[in-house]
């Protein structure tokens, strides 16, 4: 089936190129690769191909940025890197100022050199957008030359090297605007076509200077039911999906035209309850509240392949990872605790979830909470929705899979709850001191026993339930290869091919 299908895909080759030169992109690169043309539907929708705005780090844009724009370096285990765009890096003793040599002769999509001031503009844009991966930069300035770009922090920063994984690199010139189209990409792809929220379609990238992607044509297609998801990878109109439940992946491997491929990532089921709301503002009432859900049944009957309960904020694979003592299922305990701590039984705590694939867990927190006398309203909501009122603090608990870029604890534990972050509604002056010891101590060890105290004081505090680790599963159609994701789990095409 499958070699059928790509001798008739690759018939259309030359009306693919045909139609994306006539759209202004030069797709010189449209036929590098082996052949083949895949369709993928993830967990998150695409609204954004822009990698240094305020979606940098959305589900969606880091997955497209992913395949489209290069970093300068990229994670291949805690503290251990590979360049990408540059050939050697240098940081002084302080870890004050930090220095990229770019590799010779390397390009953009359209050709034109890639320089150390592209790499500058987009670390700018990057900043002034403000985004929830801004913050991972800030008072940090950027020097460059053509061959080189060098970052100055205002105060220590051993994690930056870790946290500049993240960052995509653009043309100078680009502007807010130049993703509406046919942007201009640094990465082993660039673009066809992209219409926001639904399909992104992407070919080879020719002038990328890494190894060139095995495909035609790659389409990132948004299926946000996960049934029409399934159904689509079982007909043949999606040949990799990922993002779907544990029950859905045991009925397909019955299905010996599927085959699976797991990643354990560093991804973290996190429940934020906010800290700011008056009926959560005390530990021993989130603490309570966390004791009244039996995760364990729910990880058991929801998550039975992809889920193991967790015992940290962080997951195992991150530098400052630190185990805790479980928090255990006790509703009469829970009940009598949110009592003696004066808890207003008559609050209705907002809870708001985005993805599809959350739902039945969100309805079995809420069942749970219920059983003891807790209302809570589950509340689904559009991503651009769900993503600005989880900056306003507009909610009272949330639920979102928080993973670590560049596997060390700065990029979340460091970003996301000192209290000038106003991420969780949860402020704590200790707190601030042991994370502002880790984020820029340069003795390893100090900066490991620092994270442990972070993680033991927010985990005790319950500023969260961090109930699930999850190993991200991808199926795919048996005639796909070379699927290999990233350390971070996230899934790169470059690698992918059709089997003959």
């Not at 994306?20 to 191909?49: K, L, R």
């Not at 996190?270 to 990880?299: C, G, H, Y």
């Not at 704590?428 to 972070?454: C, F, G, H, I, M």
Request: proline content about 6%; some cysteine.
């Amino acid at each position: 089936m499958r070699s059928i299908r790509r001798a008739a895909l690759a018939a259309t080759a030359v009306l693919t190129l045909a139609t994306t030169a006539a759209c202004g992109s030069d797709d010189s690169g449209g036929g590098t690769g082996q052949g083949g043309q895949i369709v993928v539907a993830g967990q998150f929708p695409i609204e954004s191909i822009d990698p240094n705005g305020k979606l940098a780090i959305d589900g969606g844009t880091s997955l497209a940025s992913l395949q489209l724009y290069a970093p300068l370096l990229e994670t291949t285990g805690p503290g251990e890197f590979r360049g990408i765009a540059a050939e050697k890096w240098e940081s002084d003793d302080t870890a004050t100022q930090l220095t990229f040599t770019l590799k010779g002769g390397i390009t953009f999509s359209d050709g034109s050199p890639l320089t150390g001031r592209d790499v500058a503009a987009s670390f700018t844009r990057t900043v002034d957008a403000k985004s929830p991966f801004s913050a991972n930069f800030v008072n940090v300035a950027v020097e460059s030359t053509d061959t080189t770009v060098t970052f100055k922090p205002a105060q220590p920063d051993p994690a930056l090297l870790a946290k500049l994984t993240g960052l995509r690199i653009t043309p100078a010139s680009a502007t807010a605007d130049s993703y509406l189209d046919t942007p201009v990409t640094s990465g082993p792809f660039k673009v066809k076509s992209f219409t926001p929220g639904g399909d992104l379609v992407m070919v080879p990238n020719d002038k990328f200077w890494g190894d060139k992607p095995k495909l035609d044509q790659v389409t990132i297609r948004s299926i946000p039911e996960v049934a029409a998801k399934v159904t689509a990878l079982q007909t043949g109109e999606a040949d990799i999906i990922w993002g779907i439940p544990d029950d859905q992946v045991t009925q397909l491997r019955s299905n010996s035209d599927i085959k699976f491929v797991d990643a354990t990532g560093s991804a973290v089921i996190t429940m934020w309850m906010n800290a700011s709301t008056p009926a959560l503002n005390k530990a021993e009432v989130r603490r309570a509240l966390w004791q009244a859900v039996n995760f364990d049944k729910i990880i058991k009957a929801l998550y039975p392949e992809s889920g193991q309960p967790a015992d940290s904020v962080l997951a195992p694979s991150v530098f400052g990872y630190a185990p805790q003592t479980p928090v255990g299922y006790d509703p009469q305990a829970a009940k009598q605790a949110l009592t003696a701590a004066g808890f207003d039984f008559n609050t209705n705590l907002r809870f708001h979830f985005s993805q599809a694939q959350f739902k039945q867990w969100v309805d079995s927190v809420v069942s749970d909470l219920a059983a003891i006398g807790v209302k809570a309203e589950a509340l689904q909501k559009e991503q651009a929705v769900y993503t600005e009122d989880l900056l306003a603090l507009r909610w009272d608990i949330n639920i979102q899979q928080v993973s670590t870029l560049g596997l060390d604890a700065s990029y979340n534990l460091g970003r996301l709850y000192p209290c000038a972050a106003k991420r969780t509604g949860y402020c704590n002056p200790d707190l601030d001191t042991l994370l502002n010891k880790a984020n820029t101590s340069t003795d390893q060890e100090v900066r490991k026993q620092a994270y442990a105290d972070a993680t033991a004081l927010i985990w005790n505090e319950a500023v969260g339930m961090y109930p699930m680790f999850v190993k991200n599963v991808y199926a795919t159609r048996a005639g796909i290869s070379g699927l290999a994701p990233t350390p971070e789990g996230q899934p790169s095409f470059n690698t992918v091919s059709v089997d003959d």
